[in-house]
């Protein structure tokens, strides 16, 4: 080998060297210059092997690196197609980058031809929705997609055909590009139209609520153009609520859905009828030409609503009154204008119901005179200003008095003595009637407690004060402070009483009768009652309602239904009891026909607790029957 073969070792410094010394003539050590290159090819060799296991290292982690790149964008594509939203990246000039099958599902677009770099306009073109949609409102949902600027954050939400509601969201991306993330709202927009719907609609109704008609009422003030004359009607029902009690809460619902549809069958497009809640409902007539034409309306709901109801082949019978109040449409006001209709109504139902009445400043006053009352109420609850008088009964048999009903009366210290019908309905209404009904049978039990053993008191006890359920425990705790035996006290209640939730009355009767006390029906004949409330419930005495007496000698009917209670009562075996008793002639045909009891001016009207022992020692009863 001569030394110019060896070209990459001749420049290493030991072989130049050698071979600088032999070519000045130094001699050549041939040995040591094959140990030389020999060297030099190994270390060349070990050079190129190290250089291709690099290669080879190399060319392996590469491959490792590919086989995650494929990994991570199968995960990635995998990951976007099993989103619950659309998902598209657009690039800065709106083509398209990648998209997920859910985007195309929204869309209706065939995957494949969500393809990379197609414009987001021509993408939206092949969208179902839009090939649906007649030329207009194509423009218009592309427009409103396609506004821009695209690099600011937006949410736009779409109604598409059918229902459907889409909502898009468009976030900027860094470095350019955008991306729209697409959600189909359409279950939960309606879910939360329902939500809305509900809290201002009667679920059993389906009509307007409260709510819905004081929006309206703002709304109606509000828009100041012209001058709208509007009339709202305040509306109840006649006998609802025996209906309900009676024939029981599912006929009550079905009649006040035939009620809403009458209701709404008798209205103009325009007018709003709403269910105030319970058997109230409004009614709002728009544009009320004149009072006339309001009076028209209210004729013509009264008879709609008075026409039987024909529900579970029953038919049913009730009645309607209306209060209103003819307002122009910039005076409503949803709190006053309601109230001043209300107070309209209140005065229809005093008038004899089934008619109406429109608001005027009478009823105003009435209506705060009202709300007075309440309050007064309230205080003289707390002041101690209630007194008990007592009017006597009389056995028809002995003519002599055997007990005394206690009547109420409200020493009110301007006023003087009110009367219980100006203000216990009022209690009943605010559920006064249960502090004031505890207090006057404790008065009431501590002044018979000072009567002869043989006297008897009646208290009278509302239908409210059966609703808690306590009422046995009350007359327990009255009788036993006041020391007084159970078998002296009577209980007088009325039929709406027992209409109203009869098996937790009868519960609550029985108790009371396990206490000796003795349970009357008062005012017999006066309300929707059923005869078998006589028969399966423990009474132990019937007052015929005064009503019935009044009319006794004059009217031949009066004098049926009263033979025919004396009747029923004998059959029973129970006491009866005629109160109102006013002349000599009511009192001959009562004792003739059999009545145990009698009760009236005729003897005494109801007289001051300190009154009562003159009355028993005076006899009265033997007075008038030897007069
Ligand atoms: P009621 O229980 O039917 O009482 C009989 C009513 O008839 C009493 O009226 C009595 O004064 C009146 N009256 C008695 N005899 C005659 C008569 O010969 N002719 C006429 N025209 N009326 C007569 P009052 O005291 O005004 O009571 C009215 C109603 O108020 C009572 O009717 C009763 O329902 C209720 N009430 C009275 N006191 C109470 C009470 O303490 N609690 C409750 N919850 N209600 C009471
Ligand atoms: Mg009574
Ligand atoms: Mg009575």
């Known amino acids: 080998m001569t030394p110019s073969d060896v070209s990459t070792p001749v420049k290493s410094g030991l072989l130049a060297r050698q071979l600088r010394k032999s070519s000045k003539g130094d001699g050549l050590d041939v040995g040591r210059l094959l140990e030389m290159v020999d060297q030099a090819y190994g270390e060349l060799d070990l050079e190129r092997r190290r250089s291709e296991r690099a290669n080879r290292l190399m060319a392996s982690e590469l491959e490792?690196?590919?086989?995650?790149?494929?990994?991570?964008s199968l995960r990635f594509k995998l990951a976007l197609d099993n989103m619950q939203d659309g998902l598209a990246m657009y690039d800065g000039d709106g083509r398209l980058v990648v998209a997920n099958r859910r985007f195309a599902e929204i869309y209706e677009i065939a995957i494949e031809d969500c393809r990379t770099g197609t414009p987001i306009a021509d993408l939206l073109d092949l969208s179902a929705e839009l090939r649906r949609r007649p030329k207009r409102s194509r423009d218009d949902l592309r427009r409103e997609h396609l506004r821009g600027p695209w690099s600011t954050a937006t949410v736009f939400e779409q109604e598409w055909n059918e229902g459907r509601r889409i909502r898009v969201s468009r976030n900027p991306i860094q470095g350019g590009g955008f991306l729209e993330t697409v959600v189909d709202r359409t279950d939960s927009y309606k879910a939360e139209r329902y939500i809305l719907h509900l809290a201002r609609h009667d679920p059993l109704t389906d009509l307007p609520n409260r709510i819905f008609m004081r929006e309206r009422m703002e709304d109606l003030a509000r828009d100041r153009r012209g001058?709208?004359?509007?009339?709202?009607?305040?509306?109840?029902?006649?006998?609802?609520k025996d209906v309900n009690d009676v024939l029981g809460h599912g006929v009550g619902d079905k009649l006040l859905i035939d009620v809403a549809g009458r209701l709404a069958k008798n209205v103009r497009e325009s007018d709003l009828v709403v269910r105030l809640g319970g058997d109230e409902f409004a009614v709002i007539q728009h544009s009320a030409g004149s009072k006339r034409d309001v009076g028209i309306l209210c004729d013509r709901l009264i008879a709609a609503l008075s026409e039987p109801f024909h529900i579970d082949d029953q038919v049913i019978r009730i009645g309607s009154s209306i209060g209103v109040r003819f307002v122009s449409a910039r005076d409503l006001d949803p709190d006053v204008t309601l109230n001043e209709a209300d107070a309209a109504l209140y005065a229809a139902k005093a008038a004899g119901r089934g008619t109406w009445k429109a608001f005027n400043a009478q009823m105003g006053r009435d209506l705060s005179r009202r709300r007075e009352l309440e309050q007064d109420l309230r205080t003289a609850i707390d002041r101690d200003q209630f007194v008990m008088h007592y009017q006597p009964q009389i056995d028809t048999r002995t003519q002599r008095i055997?007990?005394?009903?206690?009547?109420?009366?409200?020493?009110?210290?301007?006023?003087?003595?009110?009367?219980?019908?100006?203000f216990i309905p009022v209690c009943e209404e605010?559920?006064?009637i249960n502090r004031l009904g505890e207090v006057l049978l404790r008065k009431a039990c501590t002044d018979a407690a000072s009567w002869p053993d043989d006297i008897t008191l009646a208290?009278?006890?509302?239908?409210?004060?059966?609703?808690?359920?306590?009422l046995p425990q009350i007359i327990s705790a009255a009788l036993s402070s006041a020391n007084l035996a159970g078998s002296r006290l009577e209980l007088e209640i009325t039929e709406g009483v027992v209409v109203e939730k009869p098996r937790n009355v009868l519960r609550q009767l029985r108790a009371i009768k396990k206490l000796g006390v003795k349970i009357s029906l008062d005012?017999?004949?006066?309300?929707?009652?059923?005869?078998?409330?006589v028969r399966n419930l423990p009474f132990d005495r019937v007052k015929i309602d005064r009503s019935f007496i009044k009319d006794l000698e004059s009217q031949k009917e009066c004098l049926a239904i009263v033979r025919a209670v004396a009747g029923m009562c004998g059959g029973l075996g129970i006491q009866c009891t005629a109160e109102g008793v006013e002349n000599e002639e009511q009192l001959r045909i009562l004792n003739s026909e059999s009545f145990n009891s009698v009760q009236g001016f005729l003897f005494s009207p109801a007289v001051p607790a300190d009154e009562v022992m003159t009355l028993i020692s005076s006899g009265i009863g033997v007075q008038v029957r030897a007069a």
């Not at 490792?64 to 991570?72: D, G, I, P, R």
Request: proline share 3%.
């Open 227 to 240: 001058d709208t004359r509007c009339a709202v009607l305040c509306l109840d029902l006649d006998r609802f």
């Open 430 to 432: 605010t559920g006064l």
């Open 402 to 422: 055997y007990g005394f009903e206690a009547l109420v009366r409200w020493n009110h210290p301007h006023r003087g003595l009110v009367a219980p019908d100006e």
């Open 523 to 533: 005012d017999f004949g006066n309300g929707y009652s059923s005869l078998s409330y």
């Open 64 to 72: 490792a690196a590919m086989a995650e790149s494929a990994l991570q």
């Open 459 to 470: 208290v009278n006890v509302s239908a409210v004060q059966f609703r808690f359920g306590n």
